[in-house]
């Protein structure tokens, strides 16, 4: 289990220091305590109630097997987020944001497997076929891919959510998920704008003792999230192995069995129907999707797949621009066909289709 969000270990960490007031932005109003020496104090009882709601949305999308990509290019958050993702297997971007990495994945991904390439040309022996001065050129070019893109070579397709320390800093990101729907979670500090943002986490995103203790949070909520997938899959071997060696058994249970349903086929289906129970899918599985989206579609029941199958693009908009402007935007063109395809259980048609199509806008 992940640990307890303690308010005194935030203000230890100086977590509650803001920017200069002049620097402020008139958004984070709710989330600032009080003003003193010309500097912002934030609510450190809010930051623990936003920090523990966007934890659990940050676990949902763990389980459910998306990716989460990390962006923090500022010294002091640097080495804190690669050694503490890196222990959870995420991604994550400490060097210069490579404009387009989003919007313009699959060229992202080319230069990716140029580095694999160039690995496997190491090792069968192409590369020392190579000139002394290719051989060079090769190398410097393989270790500046690395250095960029290294921590981002499992990522095959769009992240399910992106995690900023400092948007102000990376707003070239927060533009790109925007435009492809992707959440995006945050610290925001007092000169942030919140309503970019899906999950905000006021917090100082300059120092780095409060970086750390955002981040010990952050990523063990995703520990637990993928240690719940985990045991899920292997529950769900055992319970297939169990079915296996139960069902000779079962066959003569079956044909006993299918007298006495002769019997009872004339008895109302009433019953039956009552005792069934909502189906509810996981529709972050389709891109553009969030928790919070996810939760609007429930409230206005969607809860699976077929459902919001069968929902048009100016239904779909209407609930969304019902749930405020900020979800308004969204484009929900492309969710019903994603929809129809793992109502049907096209799974891999579906990976396809997504990883062909930028953040599920065709």
Same mark, same amino acid.
């Given at each position: 289990?992940?640990?307890?969000?303690?308010?005194?270990?935030?203000?230890?960490?100086?977590?509650?220091?803001?920017?200069?007031?002049?620097?402020?932005?008139?958004?984070?109003?709710?989330?600032?305590?009080?003003?003193?020496?010309?500097?912002?104090?934030?609510?450190?009882?809010?930051?623990?109630?936003?920090? %523990?709601?966007?934890?659990?949305?940050?676990?949902?999308?763990?389980?459910?097997?998306?990716?989460?990509?990390?962006?923090?290019?500022?010294?002091?958050?640097?080495?804190?987020?690669?050694?503490?993702?890196?222990?959870?297997?995420? !991604?994550?971007?400490?060097?210069?944001? !490579?404009?387009?990495?989003?919007?313009?994945?699959?060229?992202?991904?080319?230069?990716?497997?140029?580095?694999?390439?160039?690995?496997?040309?190491?090792?069968?022996?192409?590369?020392?076929?190579?000139?002394?001065?290719?051989?060079?050129?090769?190398?410097?070019?393989?270790?500046?891919?690395?250095?960029?893109?290294?921590?981002?070579?499992?990522?095959?397709?769009?992240?399910?959510?992106?995690?900023?320390?400092?948007?102000?800093?990376?707003?070239?990101?927060?533009? %790109?998920?925007?435009?492809?729907?992707? !959440?995006?979670?945050?610290?925001?500090?007092?000169?942030?704008?919140?309503?970019?943002?899906?999950?905000?986490?006021?917090?100082?995103?300059?120092?780095?003792?409060?970086?750390?203790?955002?981040?010990?949070?952050?990523?063990?909520?995703?520990?637990?999230?993928?240690?719940?997938?985990?045991? %899920?899959?292997?529950?769900?071997?055992?319970?297939?192995?169990?079915?296996?060696?139960?069902?000779?058994?079962?066959?003569?249970?079956?044909?006993?069995?299918?007298?006495?349903?002769?019997?009872?086929?004339?008895?109302?289906?009433?019953?039956?129907?009552?005792?069934?129970?909502?189906?509810?899918?996981?529709?972050?599985?389709?891109?553009?999707?969030?928790?919070?989206?996810?939760?609007?579609?429930?409230?206005?029941?969607?809860?699976?797949?077929?459902?919001?199958?069968?929902?048009?693009?100016?239904?779909?908009?209407?609930?969304?621009?019902?749930?405020?402007?900020?979800?308004?935007?969204?484009?929900?063109?492309?969710?019903?066909?994603?929809?129809?395809?793992?109502?049907?259980?096209?799974?891999?048609?579906?990976? %396809?289709?997504?990883?062909?199509?930028?953040?599920?806008?065709?």
């Amino acid at each position: 289990m992940a640990n307890k969000i303690v308010v005194k270990d935030l203000l230890e960490a100086g977590v509650h220091f803001g920017h200069l007031t002049r620097k402020w932005n008139p958004n984070m109003a709710p989330y600032i305590y009080m003003e003193r020496n010309g500097i912002h104090v934030i609510n450190l009882y809010k930051t623990a109630a936003k920090l %523990e709601e966007a934890n659990e949305a940050l676990k949902k999308i763990a389980a459910s097997g998306r990716k989460i990509l990390f962006v923090a290019t500022k010294k002091q958050a640097k080495d804190i987020v690669s050694e503490k993702v890196s222990k959870v297997n995420m !991604p994550y971007i400490t060097e210069r944001w !490579p404009g387009g990495m989003l919007t313009n994945f699959v060229t992202i991904r080319k230069a990716v497997k140029k580095m694999a390439t160039i690995d496997r040309m190491k090792k069968d022996g192409t590369f020392l076929t190579l000139s002394k001065k290719e051989r060079l050129q090769v190398d410097r070019l393989r270790a500046k891919l690395e250095k960029n893109l290294g921590s981002i070579s499992e990522m095959t397709r769009l992240p399910g959510a992106l995690f900023i320390v400092d948007t102000m800093r990376e707003h070239i990101a927060v533009k %790109e998920a925007i435009k492809l729907n992707i !959440p995006i979670f945050a610290m925001a500090d007092t000169n942030s704008d919140p309503r970019l943002l899906d999950y905000i986490i006021p917090s100082n995103d300059d120092a780095s003792k409060s970086i750390e203790a955002i981040l010990t949070h952050v990523t063990d909520a995703i520990a637990e999230g993928l240690s719940e997938r985990k045991s %899920e899959k292997q529950s769900g071997k055992e319970g297939g192995d169990d079915a296996e060696k139960a069902a000779p058994k079962k066959k003569k249970a079956v044909e006993t069995e299918a007298k006495a349903e002769t019997k009872t086929e004339e008895a109302p289906t009433e019953t039956k129907t009552e005792a069934a129970t909502v189906s509810v899918d996981d529709l972050t599985k389709v891109e553009g999707i969030g928790p919070k989206i996810s939760e609007i579609f429930q409230t206005a029941g969607i809860n699976s797949f077929s459902d919001l199958a069968g929902k048009t693009e100016e239904e779909l908009s209407t609930i969304l621009a019902a749930a405020g402007s900020k979800f308004a935007s969204k484009n929900p063109a492309s969710w019903p066909k994603q929809a129809k395809m793992a109502a049907e259980g096209k799974w891999d048609e579906l990976k %396809e289709w997504q990883d062909n199509v930028k953040g599920g806008i065709e």
